[in-house]
C-alpha cells in the first residue's frame, strides 16, 4: 500500500502509529515519514505520554455519559499541535451540581482538583442601534486529559471534522446516555404535559433520530424550533412523554428533576 496523506493520518490518528512505527511498516525511512507529514501538514501525535494510555479504555457507564453528553452540550476538541484528543463541556452555573456529578462519573480521566474551572460568556444577537448584547453569563465546565479513546469518540462524532449524529451513534445510545442527553437539552414542552430535547440537525441527521425513537414512541416529531438560527426540536406528545420518562427516571440526577415535573411520573426510591 502506498503511504497516501489518507493512509498517513489514519496510520497517526486512527491506529495511533509513531513515525518510526509507520517506517518499519512501510518499508520506508523515518526521515520520510516525517518529509510527508510536514508537506501534508499532518499533525503527529509525539506524546508518550499520550501513545502510553492506548489500553485505557472507559467503562460501560462511562461510556453513556460521554455519549449523552457530546450529543448534547459537550465536544471533543483537537490538540492542533499533536492530534491528540480531549473531552470538555461547561453548563450554566445553576447546573453546578449535574457538572460535579459528571467528574465524579471521569474522575479518572480528570487531570485537576477542583476538576471544575468558573466560565463567563456573553450572549446576543448583533444589533444596528445597540450592538452585542452586554449580559453575562457564568457557567462551569472542565476538560479531561488527552487519550487515545477521545480520539476514537472523535473519529465517531466528528466524520469530517463537523459533529454529527448517527444511525452508529444511535444505536450504541441506552437508557443512561439517553437520560443525559436529555439533562443536557431536554425540556418541559410549553403545554407543560409533553417534552423536548433541542439541537442543531440537518435532514440526514434528522432521519436517523426519528428512526432511532419512532421504535418505541408513536407521536415522535422533530420541527423548527428558530428557523432563523437553524435550531430543532425533538417533540415528545403527552402520550409518549411518561414513557420516556420511565426509561430515563432511573438515571436523572436530582437536580435535573425540574425538568419533568409536569409529567404524571414521579421519582421513585430506584433514582440513582
Not at 60 to 72: A, E, H, K, P, W
Not at 187 to 199: D, M, Q, T
Request: some cysteine.
Amino acid at each position: 500500500m502506498n503511504l497516501t496523506k489518507e493512509v498517513l493520518e489514519k496510520e497517526y490518528h486512527t491506529n495511533l502509529l509513531t513515525r518510526k512505527e509507520i517506517a518499519i511498516k512501510y518499508g520506508c525511512s523515518e526521515n520520510k515519514v516525517r518529509r510527508l507529514s510536514k508537506e501534508w501538514h499532518i499533525p503527529i501525535i509525539y506524546n508518550r505520554t499520550f501513545l502510553s494510555r492506548k489500553d485505557v479504555e472507559f467503562t460501560v457507564d462511562q461510556y453513556q455519559l460521554l455519549l449523552g453528553t457530546l450529543l448534547g452540550d459537550g465536544t471533543i476538541t483537537v490538540n492542533p499541535g499533536s492530534g491528540s484528543c480531549k473531552f470538555e463541556v461547561q453548563h450554566t452555573i445553576k447546573q453546578v451540581d449535574y457538572l460535579i456529578w459528571k467528574t465524579e462519573m471521569l474522575r479518572n480521566f480528570i487531570p485537576r482538583k477542583p476538576p471544575y474551572k468558573l466560565i463567563t460568556w456573553k450572549i446576543g444577537k448583533p444589533s444596528k442601534l445597540r450592538g452585542f448584547s452586554k449580559k453575562v453569563y457564568e457557567g462551569v465546565g472542565f476538560h479531561t486529559i488527552v487519550a487515545p479513546c477521545f480520539n476514537e469518540l472523535r473519529n465517531l462524532f466528528y466524520p469530517n471534522g463537523i459533529k454529527k449524529v448517527s444511525k452508529t451513534i444511535l444505536d450504541q445510545l441506552g437508557p443512561l446516555g439517553l437520560a443525559v442527553w436529555f439533562m443536557d437539552d431536554g425540556s418541559v414542552e410549553g403545554s407543560g404535559k409533553g417534552l423536548r430535547i433541542n439541537g442543531f440537525w440537518d435532514a440526514q441527521e434528522q432521519q436517523a433520530i426519528l428512526s432511532y425513537f419512532s421504535k418505541d414512541y408513536a407521536d415522535i416529531e422533530i420541527h423548527d424550533y428558530k428557523a432563523s438560527s437553524g435550531e430543532h426540536v425533538i417533540s415528545f406528545s403527552s402520550l409518549d412523554a411518561p414513557k420516556f420518562v420511565k426509561t430515563i427516571l432511573p438515571y436523572l440526577h436530582p437536580s435535573m428533576y425540574y425538568k419533568i415535573r409536569y409529567v404524571n411520573t414521579e421519582p421513585s426510591e430506584t433514582t440513582r
